[in-house]
């Protein structure tokens, strides 16, 4: 099986930044499509933004042009790099892989990250 860890998060004000790793483990084979999610408390889980494993990127209209995902194929590791931050980007955000070989989603814990202001 496959084990996501995110790191990163915390309490910044309104306007900082904040970086998100995700390190992966296990049962990787090759590259694979990786995401970051995130939910706020009474609300559904969203896509923030994903990598695919040519490195062509998504991002959700509420972030682009404030966050960046990027990835080390090396390292097995996803970042998102979140500028400009406002309250409403409170949540606890999750890290995800595709598995190419099974088909099978895997989920972080989540780290949570709190925008004040």
């Known amino acids: 099986q496959v084990q996501l860890v995110e790191s990163g998060g915390g309490l910044v004000e309104a306007g900082g930044s904040l970086r998100l790793s995700c390190a992966a483990s296990?049962?990787?084979?090759?590259?694979?499509?990786m995401g970051w999610y995130r939910q706020a408390p009474g609300k559904q889980r969203e896509l923030v933004a994903a990598?695919?494993?040519?490195?062509?990127?998504n991002y959700a209209d509420s972030v682009k042009g404030r966050f960046t995902i990027s990835r080390d194929n090396a390292k097995n590791t996803v970042y998102l790099q979140m500028n400009s931050l406002k309250p409403e980007d409170t949540a606890v955000y999750y890290c995800?892989?595709?598995?190419?070989?099974?088909?099978?989603?895997?989920w972080g814990k989540g780290t949570l990250v709190t925008v004040s202001s």
């Open positions: 995800n892989l595709e598995s190419l070989v099974n088909g099978m989603t895997y």
């Open positions: 296990g049962s990787i084979y090759g590259i694979n499509p």
């Open positions: 990598i695919a494993r040519g490195g062509s990127t």
